[in-house]
């Protein structure tokens, strides 16, 4: 049995739930935003109006299978991730360390001075929002992988590294410092 897909997702007032079992699809609409999921055909999803809950399953015949035990914790995680997005959304926030090194949004791209000869522009995703607060870059939005996957990318422009600590990191990110070389006799 899977611990993590036996659990059922409690649904907060003010979300919609939609659920499409001929596609395997289940739709999520909130103050957020709404977010589409399509679903493992070997698992179901089950949504009950009155408990506000939703609970995923599996044929008893595939409990023995570990690979529809797996999809079964996977598809409750997603559609988990799902309704906490639409109704508190994800954030990510993200530090710009070094002298004279800043970012700022110029309409939809987010233009990043980290000592290239010129600045990194990257355009933000209409599904997400971007927010530069001094040194801070907070990114947030409905979808937890759209809001991970474009800090990550700002991130790959300027990796930490390891000796002053220069570069884009991760607020509560903990970058391990090195001595460096030692001189003299």
Known sequence: ????????????????VTLDPNAHTIKVEGPKGTI??????????GWSESEKEIVCTIDPADADDKQVRAYWGLVRALVA??????????????????????????GMNLVL?????????MPVPSTIKVE????????????????????AAVR??????????KGIKYVDEVIARKQGKAFGS
Request: net charge positive; aromatic share 6%; no cysteine.
């Open 156 to 165: 790959s422009k300027r990796k930490p590294e390891p000796y002053k600590g």
């Open 1 to 16: 049995m899977s611990r993590i897909g036996k659990k059922a997702i409690t649904v907060p007032s003010g979300v919609k």
């Open 36 to 45: 589409e999921q399509r679903l493992r055909p070997e698992v179901k999803v």
């Open 81 to 106: 991730k799902a309704v906490k997005g639409v109704s508190d959304g994800f954030e990510r926030r993200l530090e710009v360390v070094g002298v004279g090194w800043n970012a700022k949004l110029q």
């Open 113 to 121: 001075n980290v000592g290239y000869a010129d600045p990194v522009t």
């Open 132 to 151: 530069v607060q001094g040194a801070v870059i907070v990114v947030t939005g409905a979808d937890d992988q759209q809001v991970g996957q474009f800090a």
